[in-house]
């Protein structure tokens, strides 16, 4: 259940013959045979989207809900930031349990209730990125109704009515996957699975994610070039006449298209090397551990497969270096709600600093000359500069953007 996982996991586990018998081949421990790289870039890779993913989107989530950034674009990108966060939350789960087999989703209510959350967050991401694309092409290409449409209100009932949308859509994963008390795992129900591809898990699960991870990018691509073409009119239009347009609209408009198009550039190729999968299937296990040309092909697929899904998971993971990137307004708000911290380790330093300094003076004449003399490092006069909580951390050209 990652990046597109019900798809893949609908397409990599043939687990039924004609007779409806599990088959005993486990295709983990295939790849981990024949194609361990791409099985190693699958396990060590992930935790790097985690070390810049968690904290980028903690900073993200607390930005936005600062006073001064709750517009109606900082509501869905508060949101976003959040339910990012909860899906990388839950990836850590599901990485742990499939790939370094720490059963932690073989319980009771957790094997029913964890895909729907899971699969919650994961919809949400790329909708919440569709609302606000579409909030700004109204913005842009209908200014007329934008006070009507892109206010704070509308933004906070879009957020919770997507947010309801996706949890009906994916409470139905409370009833295709079990517990199953015997053998003490959690498995898709026999009923769902029956006819294989043609299962009523398999068209569900098809249906849901090509309309969440194929037509909602397609729909913030064409808004996004609608907008752009519109922005260049406004833009020329303006320079030679009015000059009316805000700096701060554009950039507004700069960076939400740079998030909804980073979001493209990242859904898109897993939607696209997922649907392949029939284009290059496995071959016959049977005849293992001989690799034909087709398990070949096979293999460099899979390989093909993890590398695209390791850059799609950063879609969750690199908003905030976008926001830092494109947005000047949020650079700011970093600056100042880093500034405490970096206040008090200079603070700290200092005192560290002077303690030291302090303790050494009842040594030799000799010695104290010697730190007084590192210490000072060219000051005036000679002497230690001292520092207190009150001194800014950055200076006035530093701080202004």
């Not at 209100?153 to 994963?173: E, R």
């Not at 392949?276 to 001989?290: A, E, N, Q, R």
């Not at 010695?367 to 207190?388: A, F, H, I, L």
Request: hydrophobic share 40%; with cysteine.
């Amino acid at each position: 259940m990652s990046v597109n996982a019900s798809i893949e996991d609908n397409l990599t586990t043939p687990l039924y013959n004609e007779s409806s018998t599990v088959l005993a081949y486990d295709y983990n421990t295939i790849y981990s045979t024949f194609c361990p790289g791409a099985v190693k870039v699958d396990k060590y890779v992930t935790p790097y989207t985690y070390v810049i993913g968690f904290p980028g989107n903690l900073f993200s989530l607390i930005i936005w809900l600062q006073r001064r950034m709750r517009n109606s674009s900082g509501y869905y990108l508060a949101a976003l930031a959040l339910v990012d966060l909860l899906f990388l939350s839950l990836q850590v789960i599901y990485e742990l349990n499939e790939k370094w087999e720490v059963k932690c989703l073989d319980l009771p209510f957790v094997c029913e209730f964890y895909p729907i959350i899971f699969l919650t967050s994961q919809y949400l991401s790329p909708i919440l990125v569709l609302s606000f694309t579409i909030e700004r092409y109204i913005s842009i290409c209908h200014p007329f109704k934008r006070e009507a449409w892109c206010t704070t209100k509308n933004a906070k009932i879009v957020i919770i009515s997507t947010t309801l949308g996706c949890l009906c859509i994916n409470s139905i994963q409370g009833f295709f996957w079990s517990y199953d008390s015997d053998n003490k795992t959690c498995l898709l129900r026999h009923s769902v699975i029956e006819n294989g591809t043609k299962s009523f898990w398999a068209i569900w699960t098809w249906c849901v994610e090509a309309f969440v991870f194929l037509v909602v990018p397609l729909c913030i691509l064409s808004f996004n070039i609608l907008v752009i073409k519109e922005a260049q009119r406004l833009s020329k239009f303006e320079k030679n006449t009015l000059h009316t347009r805000t700096h701060r609209n554009s950039a507004t408009t700069v960076m939400l298209l740079a998030v909804s198009f980073y979001q493209i550039f990242t859904t898109l190729p897993v939607t696209i090397v997922v649907t392949l999968y029939y284009t290059f299937p496995p071959g016959d296990v049977s005849i293992l551990p001989t690799i034909t040309d087709t398990w070949k092909v096979h293999f460099q697929y899979y390989w093909a497969k993890t590398i695209i899904e390791e850059l799609g998971l950063t879609h969750y993971a690199g908003n905030f270096y976008i926001y830092l990137l494109t947005g000047k307004v949020f650079r700011k708000e970093f600056k100042k709600l880093m500034r405490p911290l970096i206040g008090g380790l200079k603070l700290n330093l200092t005192n560290t600093l002077k303690y030291e300094y302090s303790t050494v003076r009842n040594g030799g004449a000799k010695q104290r000359k010697e730190v007084t003399e590192n210490m000072c490092n060219g000051n005036e006069n000679g002497r230690p500069t001292e520092s207190s909580e009150s001194d800014p951390v950055l200076s006035l050209s530093e701080t202004h953007l």
